[in-house]
């Protein structure tokens, strides 16, 4: 057998063709980073149009492909494969694994990822424009009323959800069979365990939503109905399927951001996290009842009484596992020996602004107070405010943590807290008042609105331009971080960090782990 | 291989640069791109106009088929060469694994609809209970029954008698496929496929045992006969008798029973590759069969899946 203490090899080959974790990952996270700039462009386009109120720039039929793309790209283009990636990255590091459990596979689950958001992409420019009936691409609007390129979106979702399944069946793999020896389930570090949940949970529903597509499939070109009721369906059953995948998968999104601010908070706290145990049963328990809520999106569709009241109790029963993580977060952080490095600062303002989005979510479960609320930008800043505050905040911080050990140099530190610092006034700006306004009853997805709601929606706009130039600060200094950062050499980068991958050289090298770790018995998880 | 005994770990085998991955890429986007393209024709645009896009699709999927062909290829010769620890090949028993569960969520998803429709939406159509209001205002007459024989678009006579809520037209199922509207029960096919199924499942499990005996001619015999099996099932099941605009009872029927066809092939597929490498090859010992294994695994679980299918499609 060949030797392996190779580095990399030379070009674009070694890209192309690598199965080694850390290549795959930084792929993930470029590509991710690349996708959550184009989102970033269809948003901005979003809210220049709607810095007053009138039609200013786009026509409504653009303005409804720009939202829909936004939406898909940001969700599936940039966190999903985002949180992948440091997966890659972080969990053969942190169980003291050679390598992904499949490494060709993981390869192939990344690589069939940039043709098919550039065949999406490109859908802009087909007969008919690209999807304009939002991310959630309810039926019959999704049916019917498509343009041509539906198709083309359909086939695309397929194989998105293709590689979430080889990328999850892949982390499955490695977590139950590549820990090394003495690496108990009950010492893993948790950014781990909420993978190995994560995974679970995409294996589940990832074939859901193909089945969703499938049958959008043969309603558009061979004639079945399901999402017709002239021919006996009902498009509210595209409703059902799409949420079953859809609560889920927010969740997805967000169990590894909670895995995240888990290493962080302690590490910059200088204590072990307060009740790893119950953090990892909480996490369980948020899974389980994220597939029993669906339905809390459909208040209004005239379900029957017993399920409305069904969906509201188990969406508030969510509450209290939830609840459990951000007070053990809080509970690490008390008495500890705090400091405020970047990634501190980020997941800080995970904490606080991810709470305020899990209290809005609960406003919203109230089945009678959603007929107010559903379909109006209150549900906008709820989302945004666990999705931009809560996965993409904790994603920024697990770069600003990580880097310097996969890269070995140091990033500019006063940048980065510049960074933070315009980020989070930036991303508030623009969705607080949407909080406001969505109360007052402005609708979500329109390119024109009442005058009364023209203060709010400038804030908004404003905000939003300054969170996404905020994100080229950022670019700016993880590129210059990596060619010309400060080196460093300590092992542990940070000197309340805990875990295997601290005890690896600075920069972590190619190949790690190759013979396995060993794990002191009485050493608690980390 | 490395001599890894002064140690009581085994070295994990991470395969060096592959091209697997990328070919396999770009042969599943041209698929993709064509098969969209061709439906694309054919509903909105000319379909005498798809030869180009039936191009693409060809050679896309043969492309395809051909990169997985050369990667189980090149997998199963690793094995052979010995490169492969059991910790691996527990890894590759947790991927097949879970690939299966991935399957079985997506029939889920279809008895799911089917339920649903069944259970709710039908009487809802007919006019019953607060969901039914809709029924007066637009399906009037609309009676609903399991399998729905007449769709709500013709119980007020046609598309154009309802253009409000139409888009399409669907028309009545010409033949019942349940167990009721047979004539006989030796003439009703499901029944037999059901009976040739759940024996291919049992004749995969001989084989199986045969392999364990190390005795490879038993193996082989019975691995013959499961594969001849999923052969016979294929044909009678492609008699279906129903066409898709049939209504939802139309929609389900074929979601249901086409897709569980198409992952018949699929097993029935993988099956005659293990036969033919341990006919031609040698391939396979008692303690080291796990391509074997997988696919009897697979193969289980779509037979599993026709006993739902037979229960909740053709009986009840
Ligand atoms: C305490 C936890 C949460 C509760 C109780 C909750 C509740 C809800 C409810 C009831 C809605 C439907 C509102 C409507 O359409 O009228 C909703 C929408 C939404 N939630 Fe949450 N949520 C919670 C956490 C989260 C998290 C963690 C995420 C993602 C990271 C998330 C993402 C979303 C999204 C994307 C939508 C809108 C989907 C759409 O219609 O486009 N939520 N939430
Ligand atoms: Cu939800």
Redesign the interface.
Known sequence: MGDHHHGPAKGLGRWLFTTNHKDIGTMYLWFSFAMFILGGFFAMVIRAELFQPGMQLVDPAFFNQMTTLHGLVMVFGAIMPSFVGLANWLIPMMIGAPDMALPRMNNWSFWILPPTFLLLASTLFMEGGAPAFGWTFYAPLSTTYAPPSVTFFIFSVHVLGLSSIMGSINIIATVMNMRAPGMTYMKMPLFVWTWLITAFLLVAVMPVLAGAVTMMLMDIHFGTSFFSAAGGGDPVLFQHVFWFFGHPEVYIIILPAFGVVSQIIPAFSRKPLFGYDSMVYATASIAFLSFIVWAHHMYTVGMPIAGELFFMYATMLIAVPTGVKVFNWVSTMWRGALSFETPMLFSLGFLVLFTLGGFTGLMLSIAPSDFQYHDSYFVVAHFHYVMVAGAVFSMTAAVYYWLPKWCGRMYNESMGKTHFWISFIGFNLTFFPQHFVGLAGMPRRIPDYALQFTDFNMMSSVGAFIYGASQILFLYNVIATIVAGKPVSDEKVWDGAEGLEWTLPTPAPYHTFETPPKIDPAHAHS | ??SQTS???E????????????C??IG??LS??G??SI??D????DPNETTSSWTIFICGLFFFLATLFS?FRIAIKENIAG?NSA??K???V??MF??I???V??F???F??LF??RTL??P??AGE???GR?NGL??EGFEFSWP?MQ???EAVGG?AA?PI????S?TSAETSMAFASAHAWYAWLPLWNTIILLTSSFTCHIAHMGILDGNRKKFNLWLGITVALGMIFLVVQAHFGL???A??????F??LTGFHGFHVLMGMTMLLIQFLRSVRGGHFTADDHFGFEASSWYWHFVDVVWVFLFLFVYIL
């Open positions: 291989m490395t140690t009581e770990y070295k994990y085998y991470v395969p060096e640069k592959s091209k697997l991955a990328v396999a890429t599943l986007v993709i791109y098969a969209a439906m694309n054919m509903t909105f645009g990667w490169m910790q691996l527990r890894s590759y947790l991927g879970w690939f569960f991935s399957e969520m997506f889920f998803a279809f799911g609809a649903y429709v939406v039908g809802w159509l209970g607060d969901a809709m637009l399906w729905m769709t709500p678009q598309a309802q809520a139409n888009n399409g669907f066409t898709m605009n209504g939802i009872y139309g929609s389900t074929f979601m």
